[in-house]
């Protein structure tokens, strides 16, 4: 799945549950598959299924519909979804599957532009569970909401830590900061830092829109292409089996606007290929907006 044969791991899934029906892993990986085939009608079938198989089933189904919902732009749907997760906890939940229901809930309610409560959530998260994953997504939606001073504290508190994934997951969250401050070469400087520690699905993204922002876009557009060659990372982009499909589509959007900044009128596809994944999105989403209207120029 991660390498992007998402046929032979689908394949490979269904005969982990002729073993094992109860593996909820295996449901994941099935689903994912489908959706990034276009299978969304399947995947959210397959999620479905998980929610009965276990306890542990029933936390990743709700992570599962959750990150579906958003992929195609329905953040009402998200929220019930990841309300409903929190109100009826499964038996024996832990503490890291609570925080990172809390912190996508958050990251739904800053697409719904409520940001008090979305940084309250991402506070929540990281006082139920204090892992690297859950610093750096909570870190995003806090930047996100304007807590710039606190996202830098936790990519610092990232940064004294021994290994080298939190390493990563600190350069990309500065980079992020230099790019929400309009600061697009030190953002480069930052994503580039990352990558030399490891080459992951965020930080190509993240050199992408930074090339972007600062002009250079034949380096932006050759790193949208990789996002999109390598969605099979984009899965599960902290590698932990945990759906952020949802985080695929903008890579579209920012493939049209780098080919649209090269060649006026080329990056028509890319944003009809966006507004196809997000056509159940909510009218006031600003990407979908902006990608109509761009679209409507061509």
């Excluded at 569970?129 to 939606?141: K, P, Q, S, T, W």
């Excluded at 580039?192 to 829109?209: V, Y």
């Excluded at 899965?235 to 932990?240: G, I, R, S, Y």
Aim: proline share 3%; charged share 25%.
């Amino acid at each position: 799945m991660y390498a992007g044969d998402f046929a032979t791991a689908a394949r490979e899934a269904e005969e982990v549950l002729k073993l094992n029906p109860s593996f909820a892993k295996a449901y994941v990986a099935v689903a994912l598959s489908d959706l990034a085939q276009g299978k969304t009608t399947e995947a959210e079938a397959t999620y479905q299924r998980l929610e009965g198989v276990s306890a542990t089933g029933s936390d990743f189904a709700s992570w599962g519909l959750a990150d579906l919902a958003l992929y195609q732009g329905r953040t009402a749907d998200a929220s019930h979804v990841l309300e409903q997760a929190l109100r009826n906890p499964a038996p024996n939940r832990s503490a890291s599957a609570r925080a990172r229901l809390l912190v996508t809930l958050a990251e739904t309610r800053v697409l719904e532009n409520r940001g008090s409560e979305a940084a309250a959530l991402a506070e929540e998260a990281l006082t139920a569970a204090g892992e690297h994953g859950i610093m750096f997504l909570a870190g995003r939606v806090l930047l996100e909401v304007g807590r710039v001073p606190r996202a830098l504290d936790l990519a610092k508190a990232l940064a004294l830590k021994l290994d080298d994934e939190p390493h990563v997951y600190s350069k990309l969250l500065e980079g992020e900061v230099d790019l929400k401050r309009g600061e697009s070469r030190a953002a480069l400087a930052k994503f580039k830092e990352a990558q030399d520690l490891a080459d992951t699905w965020l930080g190509r993204f993240g050199l992408g829109r930074a090339y972007l922002a600062a002009g250079g876009y034949l380096e932006a557009d050759s790193e949208f292409e990789r996002c999109l060659k390598r969605r099979g990372e984009a899965t599960a982009a902290l590698l932990d089996d945990v759906p952020t499909y949802r985080w695929l589509a903008p890579a579209h959007y920012y493939l049209g606007r780098t080919k649209e900044a090269i060649k006026a009128g080329s990056g028509a596809e890319s944003f009809k290929a966006f507004l196809t994944i997000k056509s159940a999105a909510v009218s006031d989403d600003p990407m979908v907006a902006d990608a109509r209207k761009r679209s409507a120029l061509k």
